[in-house]
């Protein structure tokens, strides 16, 4: 179990697992030289995005948590890991898709008012939305680099739609889709040595993949199958686990790396 209590969670939206693998050097730099562990998670149904985002924060299945497809716009009714972060004081930041806002600052989402939040109220503290698919990953990545360095968040979510956007603009067996995961890679490889310096568990992993068609919603192995890859400071890595695991451990995992008490609502176990 490491010493610091802190998580950056990097949710890449339509990282596809083989994506992450062949195209990810430095995540996969960070796996062979055992600083990292590597798993392959298969994604709950349906592989579309706003759900995920509620089962990957909540630790539960679409038909409990009730956010049943992308229209369903409201806040998360379920025990989330933003929820128990601010109950137990700590702080909490994201730099994601202005979805997140919906499901646990406030909805509908009001494109001024909720794009910049400071307000420790919140469930999501320090918020830096936004609301077009195509929106730069590099501007996505350094207001992620900006809220560490001036908040210090024990809880960050990082969420770049560059792969979706990709994938659903250009088809997966493209190079665009496959060189946004590398060009992902090198904006990680900028940040990720200074959050292990300064004490972040570091988790990246994706919500979906994304298909030939150019579409995701199914139940094919290249819309279900993301990856995680686990940093923990001072904790050596295990590699490529070659392990198959439940996003539903995602929360749990983030959970315990924090010191909070799991749910009970978050039935599967954590991976640490
Ligand atoms: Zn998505």
Redesign the pocket.
């Known amino acids: 179990m490491s010493s610091s209590q802190k998580v950056i969670l990097v949710l890449s ?2 990282l596809r697992y083989d994506a992450a693998v062949n195209g990810m050097g430095f995540l996969m730099h960070l796996v062979e030289r055992k600083l990292a562990s590597l798993y392959n998670v298969t994604g709950e149904l349906p592989t ?2 706003r759900p ?1 985002y509620e089962s990957i924060h909540t630790g539960t299945p679409v038909i409990e948590h009730g956010i049943y497809s992308n229209s369903v716009v409201r806040r998360s009714k379920m025990p989330n890991v933003f929820q128990f972060a601010v109950e137990a004081g700590k702080t909490t930041a994201a730099a994601a898709y202005y979805w997140f806002s919906d499901l646990y600052n406030r909805a509908p989402y009001d494109r001024i008012d909720d794009r910049e939040v400071d307000d420790a109220n919140l469930l999501i503290q320090h918020g830096r939305f936004y609301t077009q698919d195509d929106y730069p990953d590099v501007e996505l990545f350094a207001t992620a680099g900006m809220l560490v360095r001036r908040y210090n968040p024990d809880y960050l979510l990082v969420h770049p ?1 560059g792969m ?1 956007w990709a994938g659903e603009t250009f088809g997966s067996d493209t190079p665009e889709y496959r060189k946004t995961a590398t060009r992902q890679d090198s904006h990680l490889a900028n940040l990720i040595p200074e959050w292990m310096e300064r004490g972040y568990n570091i988790l990246v992993t994706g ?2 993949g994304v298909n030939a068609d150019k579409t ?1 919603g199914g139940t094919t192995p290249e819309v279900r199958y993301v990856p995680l890859f686990l940093v923990q400071p001072g904790v050596p890595g295990k590699g490529n686990t070659g392990e198959t695991i439940s996003m539903l451990q995602i929360a749990p995992t983030i959970c315990k790396l924090m010191g909070l008490a799991i749910p009970e609502t978050m039935k599967a176990p954590s991976v640490v």
């Open positions: 939206d339509g579309l995005s995920m739609s979706d919500d979906h995701h």
